[in-house]
């Protein structure tokens, strides 16, 4: 209340403007202090909008008419299909029994299950629960003691497996689809799930080796590798043969892969992709999917994704976005591709400290297009370039994922903090010197 009495009305910042930024704060200190659950706060958010910002109902609430929804409908059935039939812990434990003959190559057996999981499970907490669970049976399994090293390396490095690639698939999470929606809007283009591959899917894998790399050389260890292996070996054994339900899963999200991956030949966009395959799950004879399944999944988060989405949609129509490139440009004025990309990659390490990814996304994503546009360069150069700032951190409370694993007990504050500092620092050379000519060539 107190920024809509302070901030100065003009020409360029009229009253509903200032009412949409103190409604819009108002749900950001909610969403960052905790003071009122995140869906609820999404749920009222567009209502606020109507209310006070003197705007439409179908401006509000047009992001519901996007592909977005359908995505996290369709994905978060997939997610629990995998997790039901108990694929996606077969298919963690099978990379890393695949690469687990030294303390080494099961942390590469960790990443390798998270590159295959993150397209088909876009809740980032759904694939935290599956990974964290693994992390935490493997440390037990061998005696290593909460927060010792070896027990930092594993669940940390599982994190960081989680986290980094979810950036190489439009499918990810749910920030990164309503994310590339917003920046859709704002350019007047549609980012099919290949297309977002083809920018994403090197740079993200390369970033996630990069993030691996940083754990084994920081956190060294000299566990048995015949110990480890004996341990993988039992746990892989425990899961039985692999059951028809489970080979009827791996058949439909192959399917689904190859939909998802050819949408340029079929021109069926992901989220129909998604809505059918789920559709495909309930028939006789596939049964992946039931009635007690579906009503098992947890939906609210969609109700935030799209509270957060009606932040862009309302600002764009209000021209607030507008007014926020202007106040930003001095500050760009001049940059070079690199530069704006490593000026975006830090906007999004220092949202962090405030804000959700799904908020910071919602609330930074359009501006930022729109600043891309100003300046005369591709803006997806600094969208992307913000997501992997998003993705840094220092602290586990910057980010529910990182809450989760730390949750556990089992890493050491001090090894975590360290850690992710030289990644702050290696992921914006890395931005700079690969991820952004690689953008810049395949443009």
């Known amino acids: 209340m107190a920024l809509y009495f302070l901030l100065p009305r003009s020409e360029s910042l009229t009253t509903p403007m200032v009412a949409f930024l103190a409604v819009t704060l108002w749900a950001l200190c909610a969403w960052a202090l905790d003071t009122m659950n995140e869906t609820a706060v999404g ?9 006070f910002c003197g705007i439409s109902q179908k401006v509000v609430y047009a992001p519901w008419l996007s592909e977005v929804p359908i995505i996290v409908i369709g994905g978060f059935t997939l997610g629990k299909i995998m997790q039901e039939t108990g694929l996606s812990r077969r298919i963690a434990l099978g990379c890393v029994k695949a690469t687990g003959g030294s303390f080494a190559g099961a942390l590469v057996g960790m990443t390798i299950g998270a590159v295959i999981v993150a397209p088909l499970v876009p809740s980032i907490m759904g694939k935290a629960a599956i990974f964290c669970a693994i992390a935490v049976s493997l440390c037990d399994s061998l ?4 927060k010792s090293r070896e027990a930092t390396a594993i669940l940390l490095a599982t994190c960081l497996a989680v986290a980094s690639t979810k950036l190489a698939y439009l499918t990810g999470a749910g920030d990164l689809v309503m994310g590339m929606g917003l ?14 591959a083809k920018y994403n899917f090197p740079p993200a894998i390369a970033y996630t080796a990069l993030s691996l790399g940083i754990v084994l050389l920081v956190l060294r260890s000299s566990t048995s590798d015949t110990a480890l292996r004996d341990v993988v070996q039992t746990k892989y054994a425990e899961l039985g043969a692999t059951t028809e339900e489970q080979k009827r899963a791996l058949a439909l999200l192959c399917l689904t892969l190859v939909l998802l991956s050819t949408d340029s030949l079929h021109h069926i966009s992901a989220g129909i992709v998604l809505v059918l395959i789920t559709g495909i799950s309930f028939l006789p004879g596939v049964s ?35 007014w926020l490139v202007n106040q930003v440009l001095p500050v760009f004025q001049g940059s070079g591709a690199i530069t704006a990309s490593l000026s975006s990659y830090f906007m999004g390490v220092t949202a962090h400290f405030l804000l959700t990814p799904l908020a910071a996304t919602s609330t930074l994503t359009t501006p930022l297009i729109e600043l891309g546009i100003k300046l005369g360069l591709d803006p997806k150069l600094l969208y992307f370039s913000f997501q992997y700032g998003l993705d840094n951190l220092i602290l586990p409370y910057e980010y529910a994922l990182y809450l989760y694993f730390f949750s556990t007990g089992y890493i050491c504050l001090k090894d975590l903090v360290l850690v992710m500092a030289i990644r702050i620092i290696v992921a914006a050379a890395f931005v700079a010197c690969i991820a952004v000519p690689y953008w810049r060539i395949i443009s």
Not at 143 to 146: A, I
Not at 184 to 192: E, I, L
Not at 290 to 317: D, E, H, Q, W
Request: charged share 10%.
């Open 43 to 51: 749920i009222v958010l567009p209502v606020l909008y109507v209310l």
């Open 143 to 146: 005696d290593f003691k909460p």
């Open 183 to 196: 920046a859709d809007a704002a350019m007047g283009t549609n980012t099919s799930w290949m297309e977002y």
């Open 288 to 322: 992946l999917m039931t009635g007690k399944r579906l009503s098992s999944i947890n939906f609210a988060p969609i109700f935030f994704i799209m509270g957060c989405m009606a932040i862009g949609s309302t600002g764009s129509s209000l021209k607030v976005t507008n």
